[in-house]
């Protein structure tokens, strides 16, 4: 795979104006192109050129479409796919009958929301009541047992029907039992001296009367469940009344949306249409072909290589690798990349599965991540439209990939589930935290392997900053920035005297006059960079504020002072912040050994299973989550900040089926 970003040209075309339709629609159906606006490539000629007035609202379209799409998520029906959408049997789109249509879908779902309402708002009442009931809160509600002088139970419950009640007449009973909330009492009471109640005196029917008033409370409940679900059910079934014109009129709007997308990067003369954009250099033959066909070969077309224009001015495309989508997920939640630069999806690939399978180091608890995974993306493939989706299946992939890691690691340090089921590759981790590791191994031989991984993170990432800066030929910050030449070899010289210095037992550092030397020119040249670079920005012909020698050298020296401070603290802060992998990792052993232990003091047997289990499951969660964050963040703030700039703008080119981001989706 390529590395580095695609490489991108730029287009300007003309077409006559009887064959832009053609042409809109065959950009959108080969979705490769990248607009920009013409007038930013002649500014001054942007007086002379028009866009063409759209016949709707940019708006309209897009806000008709969702609408509709609300309407297959109340029916739950997803969104049709992408490939439905066909732009040569697209016709004409009247915007007042799709309107209609949906006003009037929407209507008649409106009716039965109300009925949906009412039914809401009751069983809200009756829930209240019989939660009190069942929790014995009697001091909450008020139960009145008695007759009435005129009326009946018809009118009793017409007068209440905008209170929480229950109005039941018990088989055998002459007198009714009415259930009602005591903060209800003021309005209640009025209402039903009305009807010339008749309170019955005896105290004790009253607790007869409560499991009656529960059972007549749990049917009014399931009942109005049931009713509920059958006006969802109504819901579905008027949607699904229109759903082949609904589905008709979706994509309509979704082609009519992006072909105004493309309109809006139209520019027009009298007679001639021109549009710019930029495209993958693979794409271009295609592009130009489909171009010249769709305008029967009238046109102009101009090729513009990325060289020629600001690096800051080209979109960033990467070349889309399957296997590495769920890294790139991670690259792109970051930032972008310039363009011309290294891509770092295979690098974070690499240095995130090592990290987090140094951390989480267990063949067991790694099998039961990578049967999520699996699990998980064996459900997202049956169900592609489910939405929304808590988990996409980019996620799943990295849990297979992370389960693995963890599988390997479990295998080269023996561990299974927290115990060492078979003898360990390289040698016991476990052991070494705990302290019977017999081959002469403990925790700072952890230590010291994520120190090493660490220095192995850093100088890579300073390497491909170095590749970087080559490639745009910055050859002042190749050499004297912080990331580059004079900050590489002043940490690898910083490595190398700090592990002398250990090898000494912590007494000196390495005699002789390599030391100083190694150091000290560096930073000698180090103070020549501010002068150096006002130099260099008055030889590009910029502006640059006229300076004594007094305030040049007192700039120089605090740039300098600032300049090795961040060398020097933040080298040594990069490289033992890696301890952090060997720290989770003894934590993880830890947490093991004390589940282990705890295991023991319950007996063994069951109820030492049952210990286990629940302590497996709580590491792989608990623990699992913060060494992918861990590693997230090493990635971000330790690797990323030696050679990432993140100062690319996105390639989004307009097109019938969406791109996975900046990738380039390889069409057949």
Known sequence: MNVFTVPMKLLTAVVLDEATDTVKKELLRLGVLDFIQVSRLAPEQAARLSVQKQQEEPGTYSNLRSRVETLFIQAGRPTPSSEKLN????????????KALVDKVVGDLSTIREQQKQLSQSRIRVDELLRYITEEKLQYLDIRIGQVGKGNDALIRSRLANQAFVLIQPENWKDFVLLTLKRDRQQVSPLVETLQWMENPDGGLQHMAIPLLRSELEQ???????ANAEIKERITLRIKEDMESLETLWCDLRLHELLGEIALNFSHTRNTTIFSGWVPQSESSALESVIRAAAN?????????AKYLP??????????????????KLVDNYSVPEYGTINPTPFVAISYLVMFALMFADAGQGLVILLLGLLGLRNSKRNPQLKPKMISADMYRLFMYLGTASIVSGVIFGSYFGFALFPPLWFDYHAAVVGHESTGRDVYSILTITIWFGIVVIGLGLALNWINLIRKKDWFHLLLDKNGLVGGWLFGCGIWAAFAFVGSGYKQLPQGLFLPIAFGFPLVFLFAKVPLHRHMERRQGKEVEPKG???????????????????????????????????????????MTAFAQMADLAGGGVAGIIVLLLGNAMVIALEGLSAGIQALRLNYYEFFTKYFTGRGLSYNPIALHPHAGRQIISRP
């Open 311 to 328: 690096r800051e001015e080209v979109p960033v495309a990467v070349e889309d690798v399957p296997l590495l989508r769920p890294f790139q």
């Open 220 to 226: 009014q409940m399931e009942n109005l469940g049931k």
């Open 87 to 98: 732009p040569d049997t697209m016709k004409p789109l009247e915007v007042g009958k799709a």
């Open 549 to 591: 020698i007094g305030p040049l050298v007192m700039d120089a020296l605090l740039e300098w002072i600032v300049d090795v401070l961040e060398i020097f603290s933040g080298f040594l802060a990069n490289t033992l912040s890696f301890m952090r992998v060997a720290g989770l990792g003894i934590a993880h052993v830890s947490l």
């Open 297 to 305: 070969g009238a046109c102009v077309i101009e090729w513009t290589d």
